[in-house]
């Protein structure tokens, strides 16, 4: 039954379910209402934005790139969306140019890497201050009010007893995971991420691999400003500070290699899951705000370590088959 475990799941996600389950225990015992039907819809809703943004970054890190302007592009979209509906603008159409923006500001994060050559991390390090900025001039640095009910009823409504910001979530989890795994993009993703050069010579084209990457993370980031705007009732310019970081954690933890080449989407959901189960245990046990920025931290370098040791244990195995082999 445990090999069965093994193959089904890997070992890796099996000792991330494990710490998920020991988390739900330990957190229920400080608090019962912990593993109340009610609390665990909360986390699902607290993972929607989360999630969104971490299917972003598990294809950027596989490609072996980053991005640190999701908690901006977010709180910018939110603010962009909030704006244009106040203003009367079509609802549609003002997600529409909302989304487009985000692409946009892919493309340009993107440009950053490809063409100026820069870092991914230093890139995005610009764009994140930019687009917070932009959110604070849009709205003159306060929240914009929303009005319409059907933007609202966004936030609101439920299918299933489960909020639609969940259900947007599951499925795009659906949709990428598939394009990931299953397609000759998705192998592509693997192949510029394990070994830019040979992918090249493979015939591949990693700048557009990465212009992709940059545009989708875009999209997603939009999506989801829109979607916590609906939540909140307003487009916030402050909102969703360090969700980047969150994210991230939530990807290296479900097995993502911060070097690229590795990963998959099903760890993502069960880290993104564990990080936003985490967050939400230790604001339940009134754990106070500066301390919970210590737990975060050493969640991320926990995560770090065990990426670290994972990528040792693949590289002996390499280095035991190449001496099997010869």
């Known amino acids: 039954m445990k090999q069965r475990l093994k193959n089904a799941f890997g070992g890796d996600k099996l000792i991330l379910i494990g710490a998920t389950v020991v988390v739900f225990a330990m957190f229920t015992l400080l608090n019962r209402n912990f593993l109340s039907w009610t609390n665990f819809v909360n986390i699902l809703v607290a993972t929607s934005l989360v999630g969104l943004v971490a299917i972003g970054h598990t294809y950027l890190i596989i490609a072996g790139q980053n991005d640190l302007s999701p908690g901006s592009l977010a709180a910018f979209s939110g603010v962009l969306a909030a704006l244009l509906v106040s203003q009367g603008l079509n609802l549609y159409l003002s997600f529409a140019i909302t989304i487009l923006a985000g692409a946009l500001i892919g493309v340009f994060n993107a440009f950053m890497v490809n063409r100026i050559k820069l870092q991914a991390f230093i890139a995005t390090l610009v764009t994140q201050s930019i687009v917070r900025g932009f959110a604070y001039i849009l709205c003159d640095g306060r929240p914009i009010a929303i009005g319409d009910k059907a933007f609202i009823q966004i936030g609101r409504a439920r299918f299933l007893d489960i909020p639609v910001a969940v259900w947007i979530m599951i499925v795009a989890f659906i949709i990428f995971g598939f394009i990931l795994s299953k397609t000759r993009f998705g192998r ?79 760890g993502t959901i069960i880290g993104v899951f564990l990080i936003q189960a985490f967050n939400t245990g230790l604001t339940m046990v009134n754990v106070p705000s500066f301390w919970q920025y210590v737990a975060k931290g050493a969640l991320l370098l926990f995560a770090l370590t065990s990426d670290y040791i994972r990528k040792q244990n693949r590289e002996r195995q390499l280095l035991e088959a190449s001496k099997k082999n010869g």
Not at 211 to 235: D, E, Q, T
Not at 247 to 253: E, K, P, S
């Open 188 to 266: 592509s993703i693997y192949a510029i991420g394990g070994n830019e050069s040979a992918a090249r010579l493979a015939g591949l084209n990693p700048r557009r691999i990465v212009l992709l990457c940059f545009v989708m993370m875009g999209v997603m980031c939009a999506i989801g400003g829109i979607v916590f705007a609906a939540r909140m009732n307003s487009g916030q310019p402050a909102a969703n500070v360090n969700l980047e970081f969150d994210a991230i954690t939530a990807v290296i933890l479900g097995g993502v290699s911060f070097t690229g080449g590795v990963g998959t989407m099903g």
